[in-house]
C-alpha cells in the first residue's frame, strides 16, 4: 500500500458525459500528479500541483481539468467524454516539488470505461 | 520534447539467469532523473530503481542496476538472478525540468 488513494476504483460511463475522479496524496506529501495509461501503452503525465498550486502540465487535454484543494486532495476533471478517454488513471504523490528529487508514490489507479 | 524509447516490446528470461532491458532517451536538458518503475498484474506502478543525471555512479538496488550511459542517452536496467516474481511490465522514464515522460513498456516473462 503506497498510502495513496484514488476514488473511484471503477467508473463506467457513456460519451458525452463529464466524471470526476478524486486522489489523496500520502500524508506529509504536497504534490499531486496525473496519469493516463491507455490500453498497453505507457504513462502519459497530464498535470502536477504543489500545495495548491499547478507546477508542470503535460499532454492534457482541453476537456480535462484538475485541481489541489487546501487539503491537499486533488480531483481530475473530464468533460466531453470520447471513447479514446477509456483508460487507467493514476494519481501519484511525493514531498517536494520536484519529484526527480523526491520519489514519487503511485495510487491504485482508477479504470474508466467510455461506452 | 523529451522522448523516451524502449526498443524491447518483450523479452523472456530463465529463472536465476540475467537480463537487461534497454531504455534510450531524447533531452536537450543537463539536469534530470531516470527511473525503472515495474507494474505488475494487479497495475500497482512500483519504483525499482533511480537515477540522477549528475551521478557517474550507476544506481543499484540488490538484484537491480543500471547502464548509464549519459553521452550515449542510454539507460539500461540489468536484472540478476531473476525470479517468477520479476515477472511484469518495465517502464523507463524521465524526469526534466517540467515533465515526466515514460517508455511505451518492455513485457519480461520469468521461464520456471
Known amino acids: 500500500d503506497s498510502g495513496v488513494t484514488q476514488t473511484p476504483k471503477h467508473l463506467i460511463t457513456a460519451t458525452g458525459q463529464r466524471v470526476t475522479l478524486r486522489c489523496s496524496p500520502r500524508s506529509g506529501d504536497l504534490s499531486v500528479y496525473w496519469y493516463q495509461q491507455s490500453l498497453d501503452q505507457g504513462l502519459q503525465f497530464l498535470i502536477q500541483y504543489y500545495n495548491g498550486e499547478e507546477r508542470a502540465k503535460g499532454n492534457i487535454l482541453e476537456r480535462f481539468s484538475a485541481q489541489q484543494f487546501p487539503d491537499l486532495h486533488s480531483e481530475l476533471n473530464l468533460s466531453s467524454l470520447e471513447l479514446g478517454d477509456s483508460a487507467l488513471y493514476f494519481c501519484?504523490?511525493?514531498?517536494?516539488?520536484?519529484?526527480?528529487?523526491?520519489?514519487?508514490?503511485f495510487g491504485p489507479g482508477t479504470r474508466l470505461t467510455v461506452l | 520534447a523529451q522522448t523516451v524509447t524502449q526498443s524491447q516490446p518483450e523479452m523472456s528470461v530463465q529463472e536465476a539467469e540475467t537480463v537487461t532491458l534497454s531504455c534510450t532517451y531524447d533531452?536537450?536538458?543537463?539536469?534530470?532523473?531516470l527511473f525503472w518503475y515495474k507494474q505488475p498484474p494487479s497495475r500497482q506502478m512500483i519504483l525499482v530503481i533511480r537515477?540522477?543525471?549528475?551521478?557517474?555512479q550507476n544506481a543499484t538496488e540488490n538484484r537491480f542496476s543500471v547502464n548509464f550511459q549519459k553521452a550515449a542517452k542510454s539507460f539500461s536496467l540489468k536484472i540478476s538472478d531473476s525470479q517468477l516474481g520479476d515477472a511484469a511490465m518495465y517502464f523507463c522514464?524521465?524526469?526534466?525540468?517540467?515533465?515526466?515522460?515514460f517508455g511505451a513498456g518492455t513485457r519480461l516473462t520469468v521461464k520456471p
Open positions: 533531452t536537450s536538458e543537463s539536469d534530470y532523473y
Open positions: 501519484a504523490s511525493s514531498v517536494g516539488v520536484f519529484s526527480g528529487l523526491h520519489e514519487q508514490f
Open positions: 537515477q540522477e543525471a549528475y551521478k557517474q
Open positions: 522514464a524521465y524526469r526534466g525540468n517540467n515533465d515526466m515522460r
